[in-house]
Structures are given as structure tokens and as C-alpha cells.
């Protein structure tokens, strides 16, 4: 951390990002605006780290993103404790085993609040069966030091998964305990403190809400499950395979019954309800049974396509969670003429950096 980037300038940084960030939004009329802040320290559930051979030694590695020079990682007080843990446990016990060094260039660690921990070994060479069995000896040595840890080894075309390729993530929220499989190198939330507060708002949110809600974006299902007890119906779509499989375990898991997840892209989606085009995935559900009066995106910080937006704009209630104000308040331009914004919120996914992630409730107007 340089010496701005610190838990002591912590709300010093928010409270300037917030007035940057609501200066976008000053244009609409934002009449109710939350801001929910990071825990400072070990709040990253994921970290990504070069590999530098320096001789005998190994070191996890960061880029400068100014200079480009290299920076040594000897702890990482953003990322969780259980990664840093396994950061200072994995070097000595790579560093003179040749099998596992030999062109290794990244390490990338995933981790959950309930204490799970997938690490990808990442390299420049093919992997064999003596790799997998020093993998697997690495693995036994980092669940006796009592971690609770999968191994992927990576190269290119491969992927060696030791046991499998996910953890469960448990969270609680508004006194509600749900499970989430998280995939590795699919998206999930990176701070997932931030994500119960993103979670719970969403919540209470759509509390009076009624009739059913579709979503574009739904990942794992993280945003339908938890709002699948405020709807009759979820009707939710996304593009990614793993994350589309994650999300019916997730279903069936945390036995939620009214919630139906199709591998769609928005795109898709928008033809199919426009009636431009049929899907064989979408057998058996037939879109016009579904009052829904609620719309939810959450989509990657490109936003919405114009024609999702239009299609969007039909609904009565509209929930945009966004990780790039800029993008959104470009689509706002286009959704505050049919509607209004009733309330926002600001939530502190990325701490002391630029990035804001911005949710907000509209209603239709005409
Ligand atoms: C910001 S993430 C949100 C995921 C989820 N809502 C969550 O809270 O974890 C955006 C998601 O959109 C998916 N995605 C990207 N492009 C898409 C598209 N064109 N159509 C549908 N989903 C897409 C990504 O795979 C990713 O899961």
C-alpha cells in the first residue's frame, strides 16, 4: 500500500469518490442515496499474482500500474486472511520442488467467507501425471496446516482439477443463511461483505414489490436467490455455462421453488421476448405466463445494448446494479425519460480505488 492507501485515509478516499461519482447522477433528480462502506482491511475474496523466479527464491509479484516496475507481495492486507495465509504457506513448499516451479507464472487464490480456498497454479509448460501427484502432496501438506483447499493446475488447453473446481460460499443474509457455489474463473462478487450489504438492500428494496421478477446478468444466481422470497415468480438468464450450472445447484440447494435459470445472453433474451427469434433452452417456459412488473440487471461495466434497454424500459420497476457509473449514467439518460429514480445506493466494492458500485431503484412514470 503507498502511503495514501491506507485504513486511515479510508473515509477520507470514500467521501471524495462518492462526491466524484455523484456528480455523474446530479443530473437526475436522486432523492434517496445510501452509502455503504468496506470493511478496510481483507475484504478481497480473490487475489491474482505474477510469479517471480529469482533465483533459489520465488515471490508473489504485482505490476505498478504507473512505472510498470515490479512490486514484491510478501502479505496483501486487501485480499482475505486465509489467502494471505496460503500465501506465506504455498512458497516454501513449491519453492524446491521442481515439478511445481518449473514455469510457473501466476498463482490465483479464491476464497469464501465460510473458509473454503481454490488455488490455481498457472504455467508455461504441459502438465503430467508426476505434476499431479506433487499437486496432490502439496495439497495433503496445505489441508495438515488447516486450510480447506482445492488445487487447479492450468496450462494452456488444460485445466487439472485435484478434486473439483469450485467452493461454497455460505453467507447470511438479513438472518438468512444461503449457500452459493462459485466456479472458478466465472464471476462472483469480490467483496463479499459488500455484496450481503448489496444483497440486503436489494431485499428490502423490493419488500412491497409484487407479481414476478426477471433478470438479465444473474451470474450464479446470487441476486435471484435471495430475491426469489419478495416475487411469485424469478425468471432470471445469463450468458455463462459454469455460472448457469452453478446457479440451478444454488436453486436446489437453498430449495428455492419459484425461481427458473436459463442460459440466455440479454441479447437473446430481448428476442425472444420481442418474438424475433425461439430458443430451444427456452422450451417449456412460456415468457407471457410471467407478470412480471420487475426487471433486474446487473450487467458487466460495458451496461446495457440498446436494444436491452428498450426492452427494459417496458417494465414497471426497474433494478440497475451497475460496477461502472459511467455506463450507467449514460443508460439513465435513456431510462429516466419513461422513468423515475426512487432511490440509489453506492456501495464500496473496490476501496481505494476509483471504482463505485452503484444500484439503483426506478419507477415507471409513463
Ligand atoms: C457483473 S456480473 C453480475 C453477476 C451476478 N448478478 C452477481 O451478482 O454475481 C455480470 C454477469 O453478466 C454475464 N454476462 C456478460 N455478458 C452477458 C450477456 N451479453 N448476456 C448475458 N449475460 C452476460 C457475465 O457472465 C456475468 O455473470
Given at each position: 500500500m503507498t502511503n495514501l492507501v491506507t485504513p486511515e485515509n479510508y473515509q477520507q478516499l470514500l467521501d471524495e469518490k462518492v462526491t466524484r461519482t455523484m456528480a455523474l447522477f446530479n443530473q437526475f433528480d436522486v432523492k434517496e442515496l445510501a452509502i455503504y462502506p468496506s470493511?478496510?482491511?481483507?475484504?478481497?475474496?480473490r487475489a491474482e499474482f505474477r510469479i517471480w523466479h529469482n533465483g533459489d527464491d520465488l515471490h508473489h509479484i504485482m505490476f505498478d500500474k504507473v512505472n510498470k516496475k515490479r512490486i514484491y507481495i510478501?502479505?496483501?492486507?486487501?485480499?482475505t486472511k486465509i489467502i494471505n495465509q496460503a500465501m506465506q504457506l504455498i512458497v516454501p513448499l513449491i519453492k524446491y520442488n521442481h515439478l511445481l516451479r518449473y514455469k510457473l507464472f501466476q498463482i490465483d487464490y479464491l476464497s469464501t467467507l465460510s473458509n473454503q480456498l481454490l488455488i490455481s497454479l498457472v504455467y508455461h509448460k504441459k502438465l503430467d501425471d508426476d505434476w499431479t501427484t506433487e499437486a496432490n502432496k502439496l495439497r495433503t501438506e496445505l489441508i495438515k496446516k488447516g486450510l480447506d483447499v482445492h488445487i487447479i493446475g492450468r496450462a494452456s488447453n488444460q485445466k487439472i482439477c485435484l478434486e473439483h473446481d469450485y467452493i461454497d460460499e455460505q453467507l447470511n443474509i438479513l438472518g438468512k443463511k444461503y449457500t452459493y457455489r462459485q466456479v472458478e474463473n466465472s464471476f462472483t462478487q469480490p467483496n463479499a461483505t459488500i455484496n450481503i450489504a448489496m444483497l440486503s438492500w436489494a431485499i428490502n428494496a423490493t419488500k412491497e414489490f409484487s407479481g414476478d421478477l426477471l433478470e438479465l446478468y444473474c451470474g450464479n444466481g446470487n441476486f435471484s436467490i435471495a430475491l426469489?422470497?419478495?416475487?411469485?415468480r424469478v425468471l432470471a438468464t445469463e450468458i455463462a455455462k459454469s455460472s448457469v450450472k452453478a446457479a440451478q445447484y444454488n436453486i436446489a440447494v437453498n430449495k428455492i421453488e419459484n425461481l427458473k435459470i436459463i442460459r440466455l445472453s440479454a441479447e437473446e433474451l430481448t428476442q425472444a421476448i420481442n418474438n424475433e427469434r425461439e430458443f430451444?433452452?427456452?422450451?417449456?417456459?412460456?415468457?407471457?405466463?410471467y407478470q412480471c412488473n420487475t426487471v433486474l440487471v446487473d450487467p458487466p461495466?460495458?451496461?446495457?445494448?440498446i436494444n436491452t434497454l428498450k426492452m427494459i424500459a417496458k417494465y414497471q420497476n426497474i433494478i440497475y446494479i451497475s460496477c461502472n457509473p459511467l455506463t450507467l449514467q449514460e443508460n439513465l439518460n435513456y431510462l429516466t425519460q419513461t422513468h423515475h429514480i426512487q432511490k440509489m445506493a453506492f456501495f464500496d466494492?473496490?476501496?481505494?480505488?476509483?471504482h463505485l458500485e452503484c444500484a439503483v431503484v426506478l419507477y415507471k412514470t409513463c
Open positions: 470493511p478496510k482491511t481483507h475484504y478481497r475474496m510478501n502479505d496483501f492486507p486487501v485480499a426469489a422470497q419478495n416475487f411469485k430451444n433452452r427456452l422450451k417449456g417456459i412460456c415468457l407471457s405466463d461495466r460495458s451496461g446495457l445494448d466494492q473496490f476501496p481505494y480505488t476509483d
